[in-house]
């Protein structure tokens, strides 16, 4: 075996390896490994299934990190290996970024180019020509993929499976999806992938819905209004569409549906019926807020919105007298109130916290005492944005 040859068969073994990594998180097995110097700067398996994105191609996967790792979005002395033919896509990936150098290990006619690489890199209106040798550890690189093929036909209930997919009861299922609290890249891959997987989605507001099914490509699907003042018919509606055997998606405007937001009815609802119910984890201003506060977090107590006007006073004071940490969910325009029931009601040196527009641009937390807190609130014009309030256990507690 001559050195070209015994280089070649080595950068392609890496390569299946990231191959064998992708069949095993349940997506079709192709690898590459981009070389520099006889040194990998590039590598990438397939990520399609696991970020449900049919862009994730291993190719442009490790030609996004050999371009990041040169600091130059042309890879003109590189040469790219890679298990299967790129298909067209990826072949154009190659071209973009002026690979001159292709080496694959297997052409398959399942998920093969619909053109030939060989003519997509040699087109000379691309200005761009590369050579392309083929067939390197060809035997081992074709049967990673039919073996996969094969196992997906034989044996499906072993692939690899997603929360959302779950095998529902007969009438479907109700998931709960959690959606950003502020920053609009804590949206979940499992969240993204059920709502495109959905047959509707009920929201709690569709203009707010709108926007973010947007941003992460949903495709366009009956969407459903659900508050507070529709909740008990519309929880009788969803129980008939998951008994029917739709997949039915609930988001909230924000965070997690059914805490402090409309969602309890449909789940019980939903219960009540032996239908399937699950929720995906995911954002909650809540949790977020305790974990930053410096308030112990071994017991904690989440209240939700004290009642606006009667017996707000009395639910303060049965609420501080726990020994725990208090999470109350406050409007920026009663925050000022509360804090002054606080101060009355569990005294002004209480330690509390004030969590302002979570995972957001102004993101701020206000630490100190209930009348320090109270002061620093009060000297400005005005508060804006979500506020999650938390009351920490008293001195007395032994905390």
Known sequence: MSEVQRRHESFMRQALELAHQAAAEGDVPVGCVIVYND?????????????????????IVAIEQAVRV???????????????????????????????????????????????????????????????????????????????????????????THASDIAPAPGGILWLVPTPIGNLEDMTL????????????VCEDTRNAGPLLKRYDVPRKPLLSYHEHNERERAQEIVQRVRSGQ?????????????????YR????????????????????????????????????????????????????????????????????????LLEEIVAVAGPDRPVVLAREISKRFEEYVRGSARHVHDVC??????????????????ESGE
């Open 39 to 59: 040194e990998v700067i590039g590598r990438g398996s397939n990520e399609i299934q696991r970020r449900a994105d049919p862009t994730r191609h291993a190719e």
């Open 266 to 337: 449909a789940v019980r609802a939903c219960v009540e019926s032996g239908l399937t119910v699950c929720a995906l984890p995911g954002p909650s201003a809540g949790v977020t807020a305790v974990a930053a506060s410096g308030l112990p977090t071994d017991r904690v107590l989440f209240a939700g919105f004290l009642p606006q006007k009667k017996g707000r006073t009395a639910a303060l004071a049965d609420l501080t007298s726990i020994p725990a940490t208090i999470v109350l969910y406050e409007s920026p325009h009663r925050l000022l109130t």
């Open 190 to 201: 499992r969240s993204v992938k059920t709502l495109r997987e959905a047959d509707v989605i």
């Open 70 to 160: 040169r600091g130059e979005k042309f890879l003109t002395d590189c040469t790219l290996y890679v298990t299967l033919e790129p298909c067209t896509m990826c072949a154009g990936a190659i071209v973009l970024a002026r690979i001159p150098t292709v080496v694959y290990g297997a052409a398959d006619p399942k998920t093969g180019a619909c053109r030939s690489l060989f003519e997509l890199v040699d087109d000379p209106r691309l200005n761009h020509k590369a050579v392309v040798r083929s067939g390197i550890l060809e035997q081992e690189c074709s049967s990673v993929l039919s073996d996969f093929f094969a196992a997906q036909r034989t044996a499906p209930s072993t692939a690899q």
């Open 378 to 395: 009060s000297q400005r014009g005005s508060i804006k944005g979500e506020c999650v309030v938390l009351i920490g256990p008293s001195s």
């Open 247 to 263: 997949k039915v998606a609930l988001i909230s405007d924000a965070g997690m549906p059914g805490i402090s937001d409309p969602g």
